[in-house]
């Protein structure tokens, strides 16, 4: 283990790496500009009656007059007033590529695919809308996961196999229902804050990478991971309760889950969101199957490489536990030899991306070293 996560001095955990050069000119808006979906917030505010009216409209008005809809049964409650759309797939828990291929041929008759509905269902859009070489359109019920516009979609190949991400068509537009979002369960609107909680951190590691000489980093990407972080960070140091979900809250998240979506689309992969810490949610999902949401999974192992990146350990913590996120393995349902072998396991999970993880090469001695540092015997 570095010896840096024992230290006793840290610098702050939510300092982002200072990039050289390359502020933000005209370059980064112009890659902003040429990447960057069309979003819409909804007008209706609290009534999904009013919300299903505004949204057929919207569709039609944006040239999407015989959509194929993928939808969720909450998503096809949203699209009832579409009454033009040439087909509907419910890609419900079991959506695989498989799935996504055979409902491709049957959307092609279409001048759009729209994809209603949470993580699973847009990510099935995605590669609908890829396999019919069509436009996707993406209505989010959740705000759970930084993938609404990004152009990854992560499914399993075939029922019952592990998830694999993909290279997909991101959502040339995007509507957000504020009376859907505002009703969504808490716990998703945590995961999501999760999600984004982890940005810095894999700037921290594409920046490793990049001093390593591996990778370059795009600047644009980089500024709009940061940015996204920055619009969720004053949510760290609260309490975050039922009380604090308001639309003001829905309008941050969509804005700052965009944002992070940005990012990817902008270099076409995950990497300026996605680090050691999405390597270790990866390794429990393949483990020990999903025990809880991506994006809390995401917090919780973004202690990992906090500890690796000799930050400041107990901030974090005091982060998560502020916003009702796992911070100890118990959470998850995972001992302390669990969590052992997730960290041996996380490495192997997307090869060729350098993270402090491959740094650091723990052997088991080391992992096991490192999970009594950050949570005692756990
Ligand atoms: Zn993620």
């Known amino acids: 283990m570095p010896s840096s996560a024992l230290a006793g001095a840290s610098p702050s955990v939510f300092d982002i790496p200072y990039l050289p050069d390359e502020p933000l000119d005209s370059v980064y808006f112009l890659a902003c500009a040429t990447t960057q979906p069309r979003i819409t917030i909804s007008a209706a505010t609290y009534d999904e009656d009013e919300v299903a009216e505004e949204l057929a409209e919207w569709l039609r008005a944006n040239g999407a007059e015989r959509p ?75 705000l759970s996961h930084d993938g609404v516009c990004s152009p990854i979609a992560v499914l399993p190949r075939t029922a019952g196999g592990l998830a694999e991400s993909l290279e997909a068509v991101a959502p040339s537009m995007a509507f957000f229902s504020r009376p859907t979002l505002i009703r969504s369960p808490i716990a998703s609107l945590r995961a999501g804050i999760g999600d984004l909680l982890s940005n810095p951190l894999a700037l921290h590691d594409w920046k490793l990478a990049a001093d390593a000489g591996l990778e370059q980093i795009n600047h644009p990407a980089w500024h709009l991971s940061a940015e996204s972080f920055r619009l969720i960070e004053p949510l760290l140091y609260e309490p975050l309760g039922p009380e604090s979900v308001d639309l003001g809250l829905i309008g941050l998240m969509a804005h700052a889950l965009v944002t992070s979506s940005f990012a990817m689309m902008t270099v076409g992969t995950s990497r300026p969101v996605s680090g050691a810490e999405h390597k270790i949610s990866h390794a429990i999902d393949e483990l020990y199957g999903r025990p809880a949401r991506h994006g809390a999974q995401v917090a919780f192992a973004s202690l990992v490489s906090v500890a690796l990146h000799g930050l400041d350990v107990e901030a974090f913590r005091a982060c998560l536990v502020n916003l009702g996120l796992p911070h100890h393995p118990a959470q998850l349902g995972l001992s302390h030899q669990a969590m052992v072998a997730a960290l041996l396991r996380a490495p192997s999970t997307r090869p060729g991306r350098f993270t402090v993880l491959e740094s650091a090469a723990l052997d088991e001695g080391e992992a096991d070293e490192l999970v009594r540092f950050l949570w005692g015997g756990a």
Do not use: E, Y
Request: with cysteine.
């Open 68 to 142: 194929f809809l993928v939808a969720s049964t909450h998503g096809r409650r949203l699209l009832r007033r579409v009454s033009t759309a040439v087909g509907v797939a419910p890609p419900g828990p079991r959506a695989t590529q498989a799935w996504a291929r055979t409902w491709s041929g049957a959307a092609r008759g279409a001048d759009a695919v729209v994809a209603a509905g949470g993580g699973r269902c847009l990510d099935a859009g995605k590669l609908v809308a890829a396999g019919a070489g069509m436009p996707l359109i993406a209505v989010p019920t959740q």
